[in-house]
């Protein structure tokens, strides 16, 4: 069956549609009501909203308050915020037909009776409108209709809505009822009592849409409308949580409903009885600080006052075991009502760990970065501190519920606060924190070269919620011992005097006295870092402090001194607040506040400069929109299903013997090929003028040429791979572009798992010249630390990818895959709460570092790692790219107090800036290292220095032709 779409929908002002409608949601003509929305099932899609248009000019009937006027996100089209439809005219609703539907092909089993229809439009905050009724000519089979009701009252939901632009389809035909290729049924029902809808829809684009959470009224019917939220219509028992904030209070409200079976009338507690278990995870400490623990034997789930027991939060329900117990903790809002607040509020003195944040300054848009979190281990004798600290959190998990009847069992059951089946958050901000604190020009990192200055900028701030006294903010200096031990032991200087050099500074000693007693003189991890203290007011306003590590016991003007150690391992700088509230607490609060390294290294968020989208000609920056991040995976099969038509006719019946891997060593213009296979199989035939490699279920690795061969392949050649994992283990690079080209394609079964059929790139390689299109991932890996694990995604630690991913990249051609552009960084843009993985996973935050690792592995932003650095005189002084002078560090102190330093070319030294030389205003100290210029990928300018550079190019292959037809792989 063949659709098409005659028109594509404008959006005008407030997004009202340029249509003429013979509808009106809510109207005589069109009375059926369409509302709620949906959840954000899969971030491709988005939500859907049936809520947002305007209100009938006779006033809101009672009960439909929050069914009008809602709100929506309308950025996609370049806008903020609005209504969308905005003319009530054109909302979605239902009115009556009464027909028969032909289901599938036509014939009296697939005869379906209907009685009502869909009409009009909602909204899709990924995709724009989503159209219910084609009112055109054009449709075909197109439409949503409404079955009659089965013996228990459920409707079904059958056609096509459609999802459309004036760009062709976005999501195209949007199937409400229907079968998967192996006869599973699936589709939306409607429970007639209620209206709720439950199911899924499939999209074109081979994405699920939940249509969860959508109520239907039809014409001439009423369903209840019961409490709005998450608690509308839930029969028994449901919670939800509100937010309270005044001046100097900021509380948290359990809000309890129950109701009888119906969901709407109010559970009698004189006649029932309730017995409700809260299940928390309660890891809230007054002191926050690194080995801080709670009380012996679990933290304080079970504890209802953790307060007295050094816990932050003053008090929450743990169990009642009856009705009065419950209205003890509890209160009615309103007469009768089956609604109930806790009496005591949820408040803490001290922050939780998804609050108590620093914004990155150097990255845009800027990250959150969770205070309690180092990114560099801070150390003594091997005893790492840092990787202790256990997160600060507060979460209702579930709540368990019994009721009864005079003594006899009614029901019970689990659930779920606020309907999250992870459990409610509870996010309490930091009373004080150090609002600005950034080293120098690098504001997120230290980058501790020895004998170089850094100045650091910081400044406090404060909210009002709580009323506290005794405050202070210690600032401190460490870095890793450990490491720069291990690092610097062959130069015979491995200690470092970490210290702050300003005049003035009111520096306090202190020594590092085990874990056992955390006074002030037992924070530090260091014994040669220093820290200061401030009252809370002298950091108002910004102040500028500066700091400098030096080698104890070096003399450079030593001619036998030896080599120096030229970089301190992990300098850190961090700030601990501390404050008392009175008459809550006798203990005072202590925990982390801003810090640098805010982010694990320079190369923490590289910057992957894209010429043209990766798998079209369109530009894109690193951190581009929803376009480029959350819909690769949409694009992905709008590639492969056209490549799948135009190489299906050329395979034909080849039959292949699986296992074992092929090596491909030589490709020639001529069409000669030298492929060497341990098991396994391939055909090798010709499309016009180009070569076509067929391996199926075949592991291959592509090892053509020693790194720097200005072609290590030559003609036009296409590589298809089924079922396998593809490894690049040599650059696949033309210096003169006309000497070949190579269309890489790595495809699965449809439907089929992505354990083994990803492309992995060796760490080693600079250059890629190819079309390359893989229906999974692009990874990256090298053999000796990162094989990808049994799901396929390689295993990377931070440290490993610094270590080994340090090459810079470059890619001509295009790359079509599942992989994210700022996937792994989505969370730093507004609006956005989640982490998208390539598999079109969502990761809902707060996220631990493990889960954000797991999303950079999809993410092109964090594919190679190549830095620049300080050149160093033979001495061990950084030098000067201005003047090309190796300062002294009074050198650099006369410099930052405006005196004049001349340099060996007679220039002016202006001191080292850790910013990218500039040759042109002789800017910038940070320089390709001699060791590292065979780091460098190849083709690039002078001075192109990011870590990955992707030009898009088209390919003129046969396997991109566009096809009039789309089937699947099978």
Not at 77 to 95: H, I, K, M, N, Y
Not at 415 to 437: H, K, M, N, Q, T
Not at 515 to 540: C, E, M, Q, R
């Amino acid at each position: 069956m063949m659709f098409k779409l005659s028109r594509y929908l404008f959006f005008i002002g407030l997004f009202s549609l340029m249509s003429v409608t013979a509808f009106a949601e809510g109207d005589v003509v069109c009375s059926g009501r369409v509302m709620g929305s949906t959840t954000n099932f899969n971030a491709n899609f988005g939500e859907l909203y049936f809520d947002s248009h305007g209100a009938p000019a006779g006033g809101i009937p009672v009960g439909y308050e929050n069914k009008y006027d809602q709100v929506v996100d309308v950025s996609i089209v370049g806008g903020t915020t609005g209504l969308a439809p905005a003319d009530r005219a054109d909302a979605a609703c239902v009115s009556e037909e009464v027909g028969d539907y032909f289901y599938g092909e036509p014939g009296p089993e697939f005869l379906l009776p209907y009685e009502y229809k869909l009409e009009g439009y909602a909204w899709s905050d990924n995709l724009g409108f989503i159209n219910f009724l084609g009112d055109e000519a054009g449709y075909e089979d197109y439409g949503v209709k409404i079955g009659l009701p089965d013996g228990g009252g459920i409707r079904q939901l059958f056609g096509y809505a459609w999802s459309g632009s004036g760009a062709g389809p976005a999501f195209g035909y949007i199937q409400f009822k229907g079968r998967m290729a192996d006869s599973t049924p699936y589709g939306v029902t409607m429970d007639s009592t209620t209206g709720m809808l439950s199911g899924y829809a499939w999209s074109d684009a081979g994405i699920w849409i939940d249509f969860t959470g959508i109520q239907i009224e039809l014409p001439d019917a009423e369903v209840p409308i019961a409490t709005e939220g998450i608690c509308g219509g839930v029969e028994y028992l449901c919670v939800d949580v509100s937010i309270h904030e005044e001046v100097n209070d900021y509380w948290y409200d359990l809000e309890v409903y129950l109701m009888e079976d119906d969901g709407v009338t109010p559970l009698d507690l004189t006649t029932y009885d309730l017995a409700v278990d809260f299940v928390w995870e309660d890891t809230i400490k007054l002191n926050q600080l690194a080995y801080s623990r709670g009380p012996a034997g679990g933290d304080f789930d079970e504890i209802a006052y953790p307060v007295n027991s050094g816990g932050g939060i003053l008090a929450k329900p743990l169990s009642v075991a009856n009705s009065n117990e419950f209205l003890k903790l509890f209160q009615e809002v309103g007469v009768k009502t089956g609604h109930y607040q806790l009496k005591e509020k949820i408040k803490s003195l001290a922050p939780t760990s998804g609050s108590n944040v620093s914004l990155t300054t150097s990255t845009l848009p800027p990250l959150a970065i969770k205070n309690e979190f180092f990114a560099d281990e801070l150390s003594i004798g091997g005893d790492v501190w840092t990787d202790d600290i256990e997160p600060n959190e507060l979460i209702l998990k579930r709540i368990d519920y019994d009721i009864t009847k005079g003594g006899v069992p009614v029901t019970g059951d689990i659930v779920y606060p606020g309907g999250l089946g992870s459990g409610y958050r509870f996010e309490f901000a930091p009373v004080i924190d150090v609002g600005v604190l950034y080293a120098g020009n690098h504001e997120d990192t230290i980058i501790g070269f020895r004998n170089v200055p850094i100045s650091f900028t910081m400044k406090e701030s404060h909210t009002d919620y709580l009323k506290y006294s005794d405050a202070e903010v210690y600032v401190m200096l460490a870095y890793d011992e450990t490491e720069t031990v291990s690092e610097c032991s062959d130069t015979g200087y491995d200690s470092f005097d970490y210290y702050f050099t300003d005049e003035g500074l009111d520096a306090i000693a202190l020594e590092h006295a085990g874990h056992g007693d955390w006074s002030f003189t037992s924070i530090v991890p260091n014994p040669y870092a220093s820290a200061v203290k401030f009252a809370l007011g002298d950091l108002a306003n910004e102040q500028v402090y500066n700091a400098v590590a030096t080698l104890i016991g070096y003399d450079p003007e030593d001619p036998n001194a030896g080599l120096p150690c030229d970089v301190i391992q992990g300098p850190t700088l961090y700030t601990v607040v501390k404050y008392l509230v009175p008459d809550e607490s006798k203990d005072p609060i202590y925990y982390y506040s801003n810090k640098i390294p805010r982010i694990l290294s320079a190369a923490y968020n590289p910057a992957a400069i894209i010429h043209g989208n990766v798998y079209a000609p369109k530009a894109f920056s690193p951190t581009a929109s929803h376009e480029t991040q959350e819909t690769g995976y949409l694009a992905v099969n709008v590639v492969r299903n056209t490549i799948n038509e135009n190489i299906n006719k050329y395979l034909g019946d080849i039959e292949l013997t699986g296992g074992g891997a092929c090596e491909v060593l030589v490709l020639t213009e001529e069409g000669d090929s030298k492929i060497t296979c341990a098991g396994g199989e391939y055909r090798q035939f010709e499309v016009g003028d180009e070569h076509v490699l067929y391996f199926k279920e075949t592991e291959v690795t592509l090892d053509m040429g020693v790194p720097g061969a200005d072609s290590n392949f030559l003609g036009n050649w296409v590589i298809i791979v089924k079922d396998a994992p593809v490894f690049i283990d040599s650059d696949l690079y033309h210096k003169i572009p006309a000497d070949g080209n190579l269309v890489l394609i790595s495809m699965s079964t449809y439907d089929g798992s992505c354990d083994v059929n990803n492309i992995y790139l060796h760490s080693d390689v600079k250059n890629i010249d190819a079309n390359i299109v893989a229906d999974c991932s692009l990874f990256p890996y090298h053999p000796a630390v990162a094989m990808p694990g049994a799901d396929g995604v390689p295993d990377w630690t931070f440290e490993e990818k610094i270590e080994y991913l340090d090459n810079q990249k470059l890619f001509r051609g295009s790359i079509a895959s599942r992989n994210t552009i700022g996937g792994a960084d989505l969370d730093s843009l507004a609006g956005k709460e989640y982490l998208l993985f390539g598999t079109g996973e969502v990761a809902e935050l707060p996220v631990d570092l493990d889960t954000r690792l797991d999303a950079q592995n999809y993410d092109f932003n964090y594919m190679a790692f190549f830095m620049l650095s300080v050149e160093m005189s033979d001495n061990g002084w950084p030098i000067d790219q201005r003047c090309q002078k190796a300062l002294t560090i009074d050198d650099m102190v006369a410099i930052n107090e405006g005196g004049y330093v001349e340099g060996e070319n007679g220039e002016q030294c202006d001191g080292i800036d850790l910013a990218q030389f500039d040759p042109n205003t002789l800017d910038g100290d940070l320089v390709v290292a001699e060791d590292d210029f065979d780091k460098l990928a190849r083709g690039l300018g002078a001075f192109d220095f990011n870590p990955i550079y992707i030009y898009a190019t088209s390919s003129g292959s046969f396997v991109f032709e566009k096809s009039g037809e789309v089937t699947s792989w099978n």
